[in-house]
């Protein structure tokens, strides 16, 4: 049977530096859903990538006395290098300042004008520099851009106008239609009724005032609006053209999931389906907005002096570590929160004692009593039932979060399996039937439910913690994929070692303190 497709593609991040651990979490929070769509057996494709035109960036490669793409090719370099560091598994990192997107853009600018969607005009209006946006008066908060909180300036230019207008009725009939397609649901509503009910005004595609971004073919003095550039690598990279578009991008398109922080969905759920509309494409099937990590409860950034960049945080606590708190201590839709405290206390919790404990305290009994090998002796007690009914559960509970992107939750699910296990041990006390030679049977069958269940967490836990689990099933020998279900079962030479070591929670601050 031919496997189902999954596109996801996560925002490309902008390349005007480093990025910190809020915009990480995205892409960590992608390679959670891409890699479990896999081991659900979907053919994945996984996009992501850098986002590199624009005044700032053009302003910071001044600053640092540098073209445009020398600056831009050190810092998407870095955002890839990042990405890999969080062992990211992502199949496409794409540039926008790749010649085939840029040309690509072009023609579809191009194809918009030639529709009559983008017609010529002037602009005046409020315009906040560092977002690149025009803003209308009733827009601003108490005078300010509602992004970034900055004072606008007045600014008068030709320019060209997409017909967003043109698009207002079939676009709120959509949303309306397609429950799905905004999620989290309050997204949804904030979008209908605070943004495109009011109005949808035309929107301004063009920019003469500075020249780092693609040209417009009919009319190079103008360069492409950032967010037409930036939406459309969604479709040029698999390849769209408006001359004839590839097998690849039939196969793809529409993407299945948009996954994006909560400060873009107007861009994705506005502009985006009105952009594709206009070039006769269907749209993506969901855009997610998701919520934003906090560092002590305070928006990250970098002139805040707060950045916590996902790199050091491997370098302290291991790349699962960070890849499971990012992932737990995000909810659904609400704000999470980052401390190096709660960091600590998690990791030492969860991962050292739930997990950790759990792995290696069986797999040393296994050793212990069974030198290594144990097999289903089936001395069953009605204790049993609890433990193998929720393993047995697991893949349906985790499945019912993953399918409403509730990814804390379905890692919730899971360790909850590896708590239950844990009251296992202490119910069952196989050192205590160690001591009956006449529960030797027993003892088996208790040690072979808790490698069973080890081995199931394990594979559930593959998506979100790829070492740890292959480390686990490595630890039971259970890892050979060519093995039947039955062979692998057989338990063999296993090698204890510890997953997660407990960190000592004064030492590490102290480490921290001096790294800053
Ligand atoms: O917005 N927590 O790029 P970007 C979680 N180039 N996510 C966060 C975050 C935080 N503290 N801060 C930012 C752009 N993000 C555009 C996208 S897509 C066609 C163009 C998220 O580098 C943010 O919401 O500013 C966005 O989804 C992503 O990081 C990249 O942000």
Not at 150 to 165: D, I, Q
Not at 175 to 199: A, D, T, V, W
Not at 267 to 286: D, M, N, V
Not at 305 to 311: E, L, M, P, R
Request: net charge negative.
């Amino acid at each position: 049977m031919e496997k189902k497709k999954y596109y996801i593609s996560t925002a490309i991040a902008y390349t005007s530096g480093k990025p910190h651990i809020g915009n990480t979490y995205e892409i960590v929070l992608a390679d959670s859903i891409a890699r479990y769509k896999r081991q659900k057996g979907y053919d994945v494709y996984f996009q992501t990538g850098t986002d590199e035109h624009g005044e700032k960036i053009e302003l910071k490669a001044k600053e640092k006395g540098i073209t445009p793409k020398e600056f831009v090719d050190e810092v998407s370099a870095e955002i890839k290098r990042i990405w890999d560091v969080m062992n990211t598994s992502y199949d496409k990192f794409v540039r926008t300042t790749d010649p085939k997107h840029e040309r690509i853009v072009q023609k579809i600018f191009d194809k918009m004008y030639e529709k009559g969607d983008i017609y010529k005009g002037e602009y005046s209006g409020l315009y906040c520099t560092p977002c690149e946006s025009f803003w209308t008066e009733s827009q601003l908060v108490d005078g300010k851009c509602p992004d970034c909180g900055r004072e606008p300036v007045e600014k008068k230019e030709e320019a060209y106008f997409f017909k967003l207008s043109k698009y207002q009725d079939k676009l709120v009939d959509y949303i309306e239609k397609h429950p799905e397609f905004i999620q989290p649901e309050s997204r949804k509503n904030e979008m209908l009724n605070n943004f495109i009910k009011p109005g949808l005004q035309d929107l301004c595609v063009s920019r003469t005032s500075f020249d780092w971004g693609i040209l417009v073919d009919i009319d190079p003095k103008h360069v492409v609006y950032v967010w037409l550039d930036a939406l459309t690598n969604y479709i040029t990279n698999i390849g769209y053209d408006p001359d004839g578009s590839s097998e690849e991008f039939n196969k793809w398109w529409p993407a299945d999931l948009h996954l994006i922080g909560k400060d873009i969905i107007r861009f994705h759920t506005i502009y985006w389906p009105c952009f594709l509309w206009s070039l006769g494409l269907e749209l993506p099937k969901q855009v997610f907005g998701h919520p934003w990590l906090l560092t002590n409860n305070d928006k990250i950034g970098k002139s805040r002096g707060n950045a916590i960049y996902a790199d050091d945080l491997v370098k302290l606590f291991g790349v699962d570590a960070v890849r499971y708190y990012v992932l737990h201590e995000i909810p659904f839709a609400n704000d999470g929160n980052l401390t190096y405290e709660l960091l600590i206390e998690r990791t030492n919790t969860d991962l050292a004692n739930t997990l950790g404990n759990l792995v290696n305290r069986t797999i040393s009994m296994a050793n212990k009593y069974f030198d290594g090998v144990v097999t289903n002796k089936k001395v069953k007690e009605d204790v049993d039932n609890e433990l193998i009914s929720m393993i047995n559960n697991l893949d349906k509970k985790v499945e019912k979060k993953m399918d409403k992107l509730e990814i804390g939750f379905a890692l919730d699910e899971i360790f909850e399996c590896l708590r239950r296990s844990n009251k296992y041990i202490d119910e069952t006390m196989p050192w205590a039937l160690a001591k009956d030679d006449s529960m030797k049977d027993r003892l088996e069958t208790v040690l072979y439910n808790l490698l069973e269940s080890i081995r199931v967490c394990a594979n559930h836990l593959n998506p979100f913690l790829p070492n740890t689990s292959e480390e686990i099933l490595k630890q039971l020998n259970s890892l050979d994929k060519s093995l039947s279900y039955n062979e692998n079962n057989k338990f063999s030479d296993m090698k204890p070692s510890v997953l997660f070591q407990r960190i000592d929670k004064e030492k590490k601050l102290k480490e921290i303190e001096e790294m800053k």
